[in-house]
């Protein structure tokens, strides 16, 4: 594929750096991270890592993860239908509650593993590490594609406090944020950061006469910090993030004959037709206790946690006027972890880490939903001569729960053979037990009265039929890592290496059929393990004195039983182990500073995503592909949803002085996003464009930074882009959109003190 001239930019930058000769005024700082367990500069970890500090994260506007996946390689997070999907190198979860995440989301030491925790409160952050790759063995094997790892910021030893707030101009979003922070003794410290935020929606609901797609947030979060001697660091988080959407952000722009005759027309224009009073209450909460204790030996360390959150949820699932359904679900998560680690000092002939991890949850939902299955419509001539006479008409009750218990051991070994060449060998174990349970029954409407027969044999060529279904799962697996680095300068590092990953199995939360569905039945309630080979060469450069920095990481990576979710078209999702798959590219990424007032940084990625073997694939309506026999799709040979095959971004920062008390910084960058498809059916229909973002800031603050005022504008050209897509629910021939955020400009100020 060609080059896209938006993803040569970077390149030019990247290159430039390399081949500049000026010298520089000043070096960059280092970068220090703890994506291996311990603390070591970025420059010296055999991982493609995107470390991202507070700093950057204020300078560039970045209020959560999905505004972070434009600055950070190969990695996206976009709006599902239920929940946030999350996709790193082409390779993300799905929608179905019964799936752990592929990408492992980490928040201070605890895993967190379902896709509604990644809405907790992204505030008060001290960095944030985008780790690319499989990550099983420190991090365990449900971060097949990737870790993120979120460090919260931690008591200091002076106080410290922080007011600071956003005022949309544009949309009318408004945020408040309170930090305080200091010792209340000499060995004990607190650390509080509130928040409120609230945001108007942006798509128009002409049924509601609102704007769906607003937000309100309330989270807190207290870190207490012990440090009896200095051997001791103990430290208690207790967070909180409650939130309440109202509407969504998903539109017909397709519509079906139903929906075309009830008013819908083919549109992207932020305007939506539900009649539905869509509603997401979720609560997230997150307790952590961290326990260093540092000897001669080397350091001992305890990460208990406890985890959960409670999503109460009313979804239209064909996103329209016309009534086909109202889905009305509680889902409740909890989970209790405990891992114990020692890690040696490290410097020696052999450095080591090595430990012990055990987890247990509980997962259940219920969803309760109107069906209204209508015999049609047929648009003839600009006239609809509509038949929406009740085909079928009954209420849906579908109850899903599952277990599971997990516990691990794991080690890794780095042999420093010399100064300039060292190798890690590592290893997991894990054992998993589950036990899942769907009951779904079909009743009479407004009664607990199962249907009648010839109702349910109406719904069954609909793949949906009443059933009780049970299951219990052992699984074990061994993940292995072997890399090797080369100093081959000073300030290059090579590296090379392979490593296993896995993603846990499971039973499908959100199918409809039971043992004698026509799509397999029974067969289709529980996936296998998913499994991962991963080789890896990169370089790690410091370039020009230290003034640039360039990091480079090329991959390839083989799935097996890759898992996949599907919308059923009709109530639900299908889980299927899908064969296999391969995604392989590069990810290019850098710093450079060119002046005492100036920085770049830029980056970008390649990515060829390939289906090996899926021959059951879902088929778009229509779709020339389809295998009359079995109604599905071969996808041997074709690409996944949300896999552009380039993307990169470029950002220019400016500071100088307006006076000797007064500072001015401005920024721009520009993210480009090459075209892919939005859903996994590879409908014609989600298939996005290109496109180009600009956004732009502009601070004030004084020579001490007790004080700042920022202009900020995102998405400044304006661009309407579909994040996520699918059919409309009982409503074949329809499709819908998830509409990302239009421009948005707004002002942000605070003070410290």
């Given at each position: 594929?060609?080059?896209?001239?938006?993803?040569?930019?970077?390149?030019?930058?990247?290159?430039?750096?390399?081949?500049?000769q000026?010298?520089p005024?000043?070096q960059?700082?280092?970068?220090v991270?703890?994506?291996?367990?311990?603390?070591?500069?970025?420059?010296?970890?055999?991982?493609s890592?995107?470390?991202?500090?507070?700093?950057?994260?204020?300078?560039?506007?970045?209020?959560?993860?999905?505004?972070?996946?434009?600055?950070?390689?190969?990695?996206?997070m976009?709006?599902?239908?239920?929940?946030?999907n999350?996709?790193?190198?082409?390779?993300?979860?799905?929608?179905?509650?019964?799936?752990?995440?592929?990408?492992?989301?980490f928040?201070?030491g605890?895993?967190?593993?379902?896709?509604q925790?990644?809405?907790?409160?992204?505030?008060?952050?001290?960095?944030?590490e985008?780790?690319?790759?499989?990550?099983?063995?420190?991090?365990?094997?449900?971060?097949?594609?990737?870790?993120?790892?979120?460090?919260?910021?931690?008591?200091?030893?002076?106080?410290?406090?922080?007011?600071?707030?956003?005022?949309?101009?544009?949309?009318?979003?408004r945020?408040v944020?309170?930090?305080?922070?200091?010792p209340?003794?000499?060995?004990?410290g607190?650390?509080?950061?509130?928040?409120?935020?609230?945001?108007?929606?942006?798509?128009?609901?002409?049924?509601?006469?609102?704007?769906?797609?607003?937000?309100?947030?309330?989270?807190?979060?207290?870190?207490l910090?012990?440090?009896?001697?200095?051997?001791?660091?103990?430290?208690?988080?207790?967070?909180?993030?409650e939130?309440?959407?109202?509407?969504?952000?998903?539109?017909v722009?397709?519509?079906?004959?139903?929906?075309?005759?009830?008013?819908?027309?083919?549109?992207?224009?932020?305007?939506?037709?539900?009649?539905?009073?869509?509603?997401?209450?979720?609560?997230?909460?997150?307790?952590?206790?961290?326990v260093?204790?540092?000897?001669?030996?080397g350091?001992?360390t305890?990460?208990?946690?406890?985890?959960?959150?409670?999503?109460d949820?009313?979804f239209?699932?064909?996103?329209?006027?016309?009534?086909t359904s109202?889905?009305?679900?509680?889902?409740?998560?909890?989970?209790v972890?405990?891992?114990?680690?020692?890690?040696s000092?490290?410097?020696?002939f052999?450095?080591?880490?090595?430990?012990?991890?055990?987890q247990?949850?509980?997962?259940?939902?219920?969803?309760?939903?109107?069906?209204?299955?209508?015999?049609?419509?047929?648009?003839?001539?600009g006239?609809?001569?509509?038949?929406?006479?009740?085909?079928?008409?009954?209420?849906?009750?579908?109850?899903?729960?599952?277990?599971?218990?997990?516990?691990?051991?794991?080690?890794?070994?780095t042999?420093?053979?010399?100064?300039s060449?060292?190798?890690?060998?590592?290893l997991?174990?894990?054992?998993?037990k589950?036990?899942?349970?769907?009951?779904?029954?079909?009743?009479?409407?407004n009664?607990?009265?199962?249907?009648?027969?010839?109702?349910?044999?109406?719904?069954?060529?609909?793949?949906?039929?009443?059933?009780?279904?049970?299951?219990?799962?052992d699984?074990?697996v061994?993940?292995?890592?072997?890399?090797?680095?080369?100093?081959?300068?000073?300030?290059?590092?090579?590296?090379?290496s392979?490593?296993r990953?896995?993603?846990?199995?499971?039973?499908d939360?959100?199918?409809?059929?039971?043992?004698?569905?026509?799509s397999g039945?029974?067969?289709?309630?529980?996936?296998?393990?998913?499994?991962?080979?991963?080789?890896?060469?990169?370089?790690?450069?410091?370039?020009?004195?230290?003034?640039?920095?360039?990091?480079?990481?090329?991959?390839?990576?083989?799935?097996?039983?890759?898992?996949?979710?599907?919308?059923?078209?009709?109530?639900g999702?299908?889980?299927?182990?899908?064969?296999?798959?391969?995604?392989?590219?590069?990810?290019?990424?850098?710093?450079?500073?060119?002046?005492?007032?100036?920085?770049?940084?830029?980056?970008?990625?390649?990515l060829d995503?390939?289906?090996?073997?899926y021959?059951?694939g879902?088929?778009?309506?229509?779709?020339?592909?389809?295998?009359?026999?079995?109604g599905?799709c071969?996808f041997?040979?074709?690409?996944?949803?949300?896999?552009p095959?380039?993307?990169?971004?470029?950002?220019?920062?400016?500071?100088w002085?307006?006076?000797?008390a007064?500072?001015?910084?401005a920024a721009?960058?520009?993210?480009?996003?090459?075209?892919?498809?939005i859903?996994?059916?590879?409908?014609?229909?989600?298939l996005?464009?290109?496109?180009?973002k600009?956004?732009a800031?502009?601070?004030?603050?004084d020579?001490?930074?007790t004080?700042?005022?920022?202009?900020?504008?995102?998405?400044?050209?304006?661009?309407l882009?579909m994040?996520?897509?699918?059919?409309?629910g009982?409503?074949?021939?329809?499709?819908?959109?998830?509409?990302?955020p239009?421009?948005?400009?707004?002002?942000?100020?605070?003070?410290?003190?």
């Open positions: 594929m060609a080059l896209s001239p938006r993803a040569v930019l970077p390149l030019v930058f990247l290159s430039g750096m390399a081949g500049a000026e010298e005024r000043r960059l700082e280092e970068v991270v703890t994506a291996q367990k311990r603390a070591e500069s970025l420059s010296d970890v055999p991982v890592v995107t470390a991202v500090s507070s700093e950057k994260l204020n300078q560039a506007g970045i209020e959560n993860l999905s505004d972070l996946s434009e600055y950070t390689p190969n990695f996206k976009v709006k599902g239908g239920l929940a946030p999350v996709y790193m190198r082409g390779i993300g979860s799905g929608s179905n509650l019964g799936f752990e995440m592929s990408v492992g989301f928040s201070d605890i895993h967190l593993g379902r896709a925790q990644t809405r907790a409160a992204f505030m008060d952050v001290q960095r944030v985008v780790l690319r790759g499989p990550q099983s063995i420190l991090f365990g094997k449900n971060a097949i594609a990737g870790a993120i790892n979120l460090i919260s910021a931690q008591p200091g030893d002076e106080f410290e406090g922080m007011v600071s707030g956003i005022y949309g101009l544009e949309l009318d979003n945020e944020n309170t930090v305080l922070s200091g209340l003794t000499e060995t004990f607190a650390r509080l950061a509130l928040r409120y935020r609230e945001d108007e929606g942006y798509i128009y609901n002409t049924e509601l006469d609102r704007d769906d797609g607003g937000s309100e947030e309330v989270s807190g979060r207290l870190i910090r012990w440090t009896p001697t200095d051997s001791v660091d103990a430290s208690l988080k207790l967070e909180k993030t939130l309440e959407q109202i509407g969504r952000t998903l539109q722009t397709h519509p079906s004959a139903l929906t075309g005759c009830s008013g819908e027309n083919t549109r992207r224009d932020y305007v939506r037709a539900s009649d539905t009073d869509e509603r997401v209450k979720l609560d997230n909460y997150n307790g952590t206790l961290n260093d204790v540092h000897t001669d030996s350091t001992f305890s990460v208990t946690g406890y985890t959960g959150f409670e999503n949820e009313v239209d699932p064909d996103s329209s006027s016309f009534n109202v889905f009305d679900g509680v889902e409740e998560f909890s989970q972890s405990q891992e114990f680690r020692f890690a000092p490290g410097g020696e052999i450095d080591y880490i090595g430990g012990v991890f055990y247990k949850n509980e997962v259940s939902s219920d969803v309760k939903a109107p069906l209204n299955v209508r015999t049609g419509a047929i648009e003839d001539t006239v609809c001569l509509l038949n929406t006479a009740q085909l079928v008409a009954a209420d849906l009750d579908r109850q899903f729960d599952m277990d599971a218990e997990a516990w691990s051991a794991f080690t890794q070994f042999f420093n053979f010399s100064e060449w060292r190798s890690t060998l590592g997991r174990y894990v054992s998993e589950k036990e899942g349970e769907r009951v779904f029954n079909l009743y009479e409407r009664t607990e009265i199962p249907v009648n027969p010839v109702t349910a044999l109406l719904l069954s060529q609909l793949n949906v039929g009443a059933h009780e279904l049970q299951g219990e799962r699984s074990d061994l993940l292995p890592l072997v890399n090797t680095q080369w100093d081959i300068h000073d300030d290059v590092m090579l590296y090379v392979y490593t990953g896995a993603k846990s199995g499971g039973y939360a959100q199918g409809n059929n039971g043992d004698d569905g026509p039945g029974a067969t289709n309630f529980e996936f296998d393990d998913e499994i991962a080979n991963a080789w890896e060469i990169g370089a790690k450069m410091r370039l020009l004195n230290g003034a640039a920095d360039l990091n480079l990481a090329v991959y390839r990576v083989e799935y097996d039983d890759m898992q996949v979710s599907v919308f059923d078209g009709v109530a999702f299908s889980v299927t182990n899908a064969g296999q798959s391969l995604t392989q590219g590069f990810e290019l990424d850098g710093r450079w500073l060119l002046t005492d007032w100036m920085m770049l940084t830029g980056s970008v990625a390649y995503f390939e289906w090996l073997k021959e059951q879902p088929c778009y309506p229509g779709s020339p592909d389809e295998d009359p026999n079995t599905t071969n041997e040979g074709k690409v996944n949803q949300q896999t095959s380039w993307t990169s971004s470029l950002s220019a920062i400016f500071t002085p307006i006076s000797d007064l500072m001015l910084e721009a960058d520009v993210n480009y996003r090459d075209e892919h498809y859903s996994g059916d590879l409908d014609p229909r989600g996005e464009e290109a496109v180009t600009y956004n800031r502009v601070r004030v603050f020579v001490a930074e004080w700042w005022l920022s202009l900020v504008g995102k998405n400044l050209t304006d661009e882009v994040g996520f897509g699918g059919g409309t009982l409503d074949v021939g329809g499709y819908r959109a998830s509409a990302e239009p421009r948005s400009v707004y002002l942000e100020g605070g003070v410290r003190f």
